[in-house]
């Protein structure tokens, strides 16, 4: 942490990409020491760092940190706030990479809602943008989605081989 606030103060007002980095680097400590409420902020204000600066997969990527924070705390509805802001930035800049992602993160929201054609829509959304438009490290999200689907209409089987297709693709 003091590290990465070092690296933050010494970064210049402009230098977003730096300020947005070690916002990032200190809200993940404080994610990992389970300080969720810092870690929350943290990531709020590396977001907006790198939305200035223009570093959207960045800030894609903080999203989805930050929207697993959110659920935690119970905060569904700020989770899915921060899913479709990403999904604006998707909007105006095509080929963004974490588009898919954020169609899996309302899929998983819209199951906890227990709106099963919601959630399939998103998860046929970020299939259809394909898994080039999800984070390098997000390819395992995609299949515990498809599996919370398939559990939540019944079908154990297939839920149980999309998760250990999962497994095998879990690398964060």
């Given amino acids: 942490i003091a590290h990465a606030e070092r690296v933050r103060d010494l970064a210049g007002e402009e230098d977003l990409l730096q300020r947005g980095a070690a916002e ?12 969720l409420e810092t870690a929350r902020d943290r990531y709020t204000r590396s977001i907006a760092h790198f ?18 924070i959110e659920i935690a705390q119970g905060r569904l509805r700020h989770a899915q706030h921060t899913f ?32 099963l054609d919601a959630a399939a ?10 898994e080039h438009l999800g984070l390098p490290q997000h390819p395992y999200r995609w299949r515990v989605a498809a599996a919370r689907l398939h559990r939540a209409h019944g079908a154990p089987g297939p839920a149980l081989a999309l998760l250990a297709e999962a497994e095998a693709r879990y690398t964060t």
């Avoid at 939305?51 to 697993?68: F, Q």
């Avoid at 829509?121 to 394909?130: E, N, Q, T, V, Y």
């Fill in 24 to 35: 990032a680097l200190v809200a993940l400590a404080h994610w990992a020491q389970g300080d």
């Fill in 121 to 130: 829509r998103h998860l046929r959304a970020s299939a259809d943008l394909g």
């Fill in 51 to 68: 939305v200035a600066g223009e570093y959207l997969s960045d800030a894609m990527g903080c999203s989805i940190a930050l929207a697993d």
């Fill in 84 to 115: 479709e802001a990403g999904l604006r930035h998707a909007a105006v800049n095509p080929g963004l990479r974490g588009a898919a992602d954020m169609h899996v993160g309302l899929c998983l929201l819209a199951i906890e809602h227990d709106d």
